[in-house]
């Protein structure tokens, strides 16, 4: 009786130790799988179409007050469903991208002065980040909605002698910076002030004209929308629903080339063509400057307009392919005495 008692107190033993152990391993694991969801969060995939749209009178006055039912959304010619509305005074993040390349040197001083002039009519949420750029991209202040941060790093500008001009480089730093902020759904934007004659583009485009004999070849010779930089850039930001307002300076302005030949010509005139696209493709809009005491005024402008677009999200139907082709969108409103502007479509991957 002894022995078999021994028996069955050895077995129970075996067998809790046994239990134990496996419960253990089963704790073990759920704590590295608990700690591997901590680390990895869960992606989500979005087929939603995100647009900005600003709406103006016959005047230009931007109009604020319209609601979800003022809207139709077109894409390629068929009205899709409105699923997501959001008013004007949602906040956005916004990069304020300056050129300090050489051809800025003689009017840096008015560089400052505006774009301080700039952050004063931005919202008190709206967060802002600064970059200059040249022959080098450089962070000046990251994204905050602190005024003080970013008037300090707008006013830290360096007056060197500036360098060559890497355009889209800095619109590729600009967009990756803006792609950290997507966490609480904000609009995005980019403000560039430059003239727009990117050195590795204006290097291409002098080869693509070499055999001109001119202007209207020489012109005809480039092909603006082929660039693959820029090409590059404006996939980018519609990946990320950005839009894009350049400030083009007089010195990229055509008429103003001091000593005018078929290649300088066709230079600046696809420049200014790519200027152009990066607005329409994304919905801003281009700004000329003819004169540097109109800087100022132009970038509260902008502020104004960034601060009266209505986002506007729609879903797709599951049923087309997402095979990378271009679907055109087109924004109606209910009153038709106002005008809306998008961006013409985006490319479905």
Not at 8 to 27: I, N, P
Not at 36 to 50: A, H
Request: net charge positive.
């Amino acid at each position: 009786m002894n022995c078999f008692r021994f028996s069955a107190t050895y077995a129970f033993r075996k067998t809790l130790c046994l239990q134990l152990a496996s419960l253990a391993l089963v704790c073990l694991f759920a704590t590295q799988v608990f700690a591997q969801d901590q680390d990895e969060p869960i992606r989500i995939e979005s087929n939603l179409v995100q647009l900005n749209v600003g709406v103006a009178d016959r005047q230009g006055s931007p109009v604020t007050n319209l609601s979800r039912g003022d809207f139709a959304v077109y894409e390629d010619n068929v009205r899709q469903q409105i699923v997501s509305f959001e008013p004007v005074q949602k906040p956005f993040s916004l990069v304020l991208l300056l050129d300090v390349s050489g051809s800025t040197l003689t009017f840096r001083t008015q560089l400052k002065q505006s774009a301080l002039r700039f952050i004063e009519a931005l919202g008190p949420d709206d967060r802002v980040s600064v970059v200059s750029f040249r022959d080098k991209t450089k962070l000046l202040a990251d994204f905050t909605a602190d005024r003080k941060k970013i008037a300090y790093a707008i006013t830290a500008l360096i007056d060197d002698k500036g360098g060559h001009t890497e355009l889209y480089n800095a619109l590729d730093f600009s967009l990756k910076q803006l792609a950290q902020e997507g966490a609480d759904g904000r609009r995005k934007a980019i403000v560039v002030l430059t003239d727009g004659i990117d050195t590795s583009a204006y290097k291409t485009d002098r080869v693509s004209t070499a055999r001109a004999q001119t202007n209207e070849e020489a012109i005809a010779s480039i092909k603006p929308e082929a660039s693959p930089a820029l090409n590059a850039v404006l996939k980018a930001a519609d990946r990320q629903n950005v839009t894009i307002y350049p400030l083009a300076l007089p010195s990229g302005n055509v008429k103003r080339i001091p000593l005018p030949d078929p290649t300088q010509i066709a230079i600046y005139t696809s420049a200014h063509a790519r200027l152009q696209t990066l607005a329409d493709r994304t919905g801003g809009r281009l700004n000329e400057i003819n004169r540097l005491d109109q800087l100022a005024r132009i970038y509260v402008e902008v502020a104004a307009e960034l601060r009266t677009l209505y986002t506007i999200a729609y879903q797709p139907p599951a049923t087309r392919p997402r095979d990378g082709s271009f679907r055109r969108i087109r924004i109606e409103v209910a009153r038709p005495e106002l005008i809306a502007r998008t961006r013409p479509g985006y490319f479905a991957r």
